[in-house]
């Protein structure tokens, strides 16, 4: 069974620094990927950024970046420069090879930016 | 406009009514799911569907039903409501042919059982 695991239930980080939000991972797939979500006060959930399980380097999108360590199942993400609106839960998510494809959700990383 | 509305966005229910929650998506895109959220467990899919004719269950499809009436569009149904069905309900759809078939989600609905 596939596992998502987000050690981290609250994080807070001072406006313009970076800040990890940690994700380990758990299945005996071989081909599988990785995603992070936002989801701010307001509810929706938004996507931010994928990695699949075969990408030789590290997926960035903006100010986000994942860093994957394939051996040690972990796909931490990485916000640069935090800003006032990152403010949210952060979900880590995975999703199987074959079947559903269903994503299997973390239970989430609430982060406060600071002023 | 947003690409997946859902509608309605808030609803409050009394137990044992029947009601719909009803998803359409205007990114073309081939699947769609819906899944709940409750505090503390995250997300958990309810039904799936890979096109009009393929329907499937999720981890928690007791007392939902689900129809595609077209590839844009696909509702939840609870048959006969009850308390512990109180949650947020999204909706998501995703591209087959993407790379990481990443999917996306509406802005959700709340549901209350009372």
């Known amino acids: 069974a596939q596992k998502i695991t987000q050690t981290q239930p609250g994080m807070f980080v001072q406006e313009k620094e970076a800040v990890t939000l940690d994700c380990t991972y758990d299945?005996?797939?071989?081909?599988?990927?990785l995603f992070w979500y936002k989801q701010p006060s307001s509810g929706e959930m938004i996507f931010l950024i994928y990695q699949g399980s075969y990408d030789q380097q590290n997926a960035t999108e903006g100010r986000y970046s994942l860093n994957f360590q394939k051996a040690r199942k972990s796909a931490n993400l990485v916000i640069s420069a935090s800003q006032l609106g990152d403010s949210a839960m952060y979900f880590c998510a995975m999703r199987g090879s074959g079947g559903s494809e269903k994503l299997v959700f973390g239970k989430g990383t609430k982060l406060t930016v600071n002023p | 406009d947003a690409d997946v509305t859902q509608t309605p966005r808030n609803r409050i229910t009394k137990t044992g009514k029947r009601i719909m929650l009803e998803c359409s998506q205007t990114?073309?895109?081939?699947?769609m799911y819906w899944y709940r959220q409750d505090p503390g467990l995250g997300l958990r899919l309810i039904y799936y569907s890979f096109d009009v004719k393929d329907i499937n269950k999720g981890e928690i499809s007791d007392g939902y039903s689900v129809s595609r009436q077209a590839q844009a569009k696909f509702s939840l149904s609870l048959e006969s409501a009850i308390p512990n069905q109180t949650a947020l309900y999204f909706c998501?759809?995703?591209?087959?042919?993407?790379?990481?078939?990443?999917?996306?989600f509406g802005p959700g609905t709340r549901l209350t059982v009372l």
């Open positions: 299945t005996s797939d071989p081909s599988y990927g």
């Open positions: 990114k073309g895109h081939d699947r």
């Open positions: 998501a759809t995703s591209d087959s042919g993407s790379v990481g078939n990443e999917q996306f």
